[in-house]
Each structure stands twice: as C-alpha cells, then as structure tokens.
C-alpha cells in the first residue's frame, strides 16, 4: 500500500480518499494544511500507486493502513469511502486514531428500509453495472454528479478528468471491489463506539451523502461537531477549500 508523507509542521494527519480517485484529489488542500500538520496521504487499494488486495474487505483496509503506517497514532480524515475507512480505524484499532474527521461520510451508503439516507438501490446497481461495462464512462458520471452546482464546476471537471481518467492506473478489478465495500458496508451499529473527539463536515448540497446522514452521526458519536458548509456538494474539500481548511485547523489545534 502507498502511504506518502508530504511533509508539514505539526502533527500527523492521514488523508484518506474516496472511491474512483486517488491521493491526488487532496491536491488543492495539502499546501494550507501543512502549514499547521504534517500531511501523509494514502492511495487505497486498487487504486492510484496501491495493488489491490484479496479479499478485498473494510477489515482489510485498515490493517493494511495500520500496518504501513510508520506511526503508532495520528488524526485522520477521510472523506466519503475514506470516511467509512476512518470509522473502522476508530471503532476496532482505536489506539492508532488521535483525532478524526469525516467528511461527506456516512455509515451505510446504500438505503435501506430503516435507512432513508443512503442512495436508492435501483442507482447503485445500475451504477455497478455500468461500472463493470466501462469504467471510465462512469466515472465521468460519477464526477460530475459531485461537481453539478458548485462554483468553478467546468475548471474542477478538467482537474479530475486529466488527473483520475486519462492518467489513470487501471486497476478494473479494485475498483469494482471498492464498490463493493461501498455497497456492503453499514457501521450504524457500531458508530457508537467511536470515543474520538471528532468534527463531521458535510455539504448541504450533497447528492451522494446525505447531509442527515451526518447530522445522524453527530447525535450518535459521542464527542462529535457538525459542519454544515453552505452550497457544497460531495466534495467541499474542493469547492470550499478556505472553509474546510479553517474548519480543520480550529479542530485540530483545539486541545480540548
């Protein structure tokens, strides 16, 4: 697994991506944010410089984090897929996690009868198919259903078109085994047992994870805040970088 230190002042913060992207879509935060931690990045299995793994499970996710890590503890942010990655980390290796951050993250992405926040079963499924038939089409669907309504949407279309479709690793079967995690996974359960002071951002335009979703996890994590950025979409990080970044940075210097 590749896990990059980027170098920084301050302490340790592990980014952890989502799914159809690599290290690379922190791109656009990593210079504000070194400026008060020390950045290391990962690329999740099957994708960007990481091979992929068998079986390809959340569990194994996070050893596999844990195990290429050079440091015992740190603060983690994850985002989407990334996020549910961070829970994990939280919930079952709770001596690695300092602080955490979850960004457009939610328990389970999928709905379910006693879950009206996840996306609709029919769209994931037709997703998957599509997925498998070629990646790269879906892909761009699924970017642009991240990028639709925010400002500069054309300019963040052409950075993760360049950078995660025509310079992409294809690594076919990772991807669809991500997904697959994506599609499987539900920590609402466990959630409670995350111990962590942790801050949750979400974007109140979200198409992928809803915004309740967050507002859920905050009432069930015990030492939990909610951010709602006004007018992002999944990807707030990018959109509203300077709100994120300063939201960030009054987390983690917090010594509460």
Same mark, same amino acid.
């Given at each position: 697994m590749k896990i990059k230190s980027l170098g920084g002042r301050g302490e340790p913060l592990l980014m952890i991506h989502g799914w159809g992207v690599n290290s690379e879509i922190w791109t656009s935060l990593v210079d504000e944010l070194k400026l008060f931690v020390t950045v290391y990045v990962v690329d999740l299995p099957g994708m960007g410089g990481s091979k992929s793994i068998s079986p390809y499970t959340l569990d194994n996710i996070a050893k596999e984090i844990k195990a290429n890590m050079r440091l015992k503890r740190c603060n983690i942010l994850g985002w989407s897929l990334g996020g549910q990655v961070a829970m994990y980390l939280a919930i079952k290796m709770p001596e %690695?996690? *300092?602080?955490?951050?979850?960004? #457009?993250?939610?328990?389970? %992405?999928? =709905?379910? *009868?006693?879950?009206?926040?996840g996306v609709k079963k029919q769209f994931f499924s037709n997703f998957e198919m599509e997925a498998k038939k070629n990646l790269n089409n879906t892909l761009m669907k699924f970017f642009l259903i991240q990028t639709m309504g925010i400002n500069d949407s054309k300019k963040v279309m052409s950075f993760l078109r360049k950078t995660f479709i025509e310079f992409r690793d294809?690594?076919? #079967?990772?991807? =669809? #085994?991500?997904?697959?995690?994506?599609? *499987?996974?539900?920590?609402?359960? =466990?959630? *409670?047992?995350?111990?962590?002071?942790?801050?949750i951002i979400t974007g109140d335009k979200d198409r992928l994870t809803n915004k309740k979703a967050s507002v859920w996890l905050n009432a069930k994590i015990r030492e939990s805040s909610l951010k709602e950025v006004k007018g992002a979409n999944h990807m707030p990080f990018i959109s509203h970088r300077e709100t994120v970044t300063a939201s960030v940075k009054e987390f983690l210097q917090n010594d509460q």
């Open positions: %690695f996690v *300092k602080k955490l951050i979850l960004m #457009s993250t939610t328990p389970c %992405f999928v =709905e379910k *009868k006693d879950w009206p926040y294809i690594n076919k #079967s990772g991807m =669809e #085994s991500a997904l697959n995690v994506l599609k *499987k996974t539900d920590l609402r359960n =466990e959630v *409670k047992k995350i111990d962590k002071l942790t801050l």
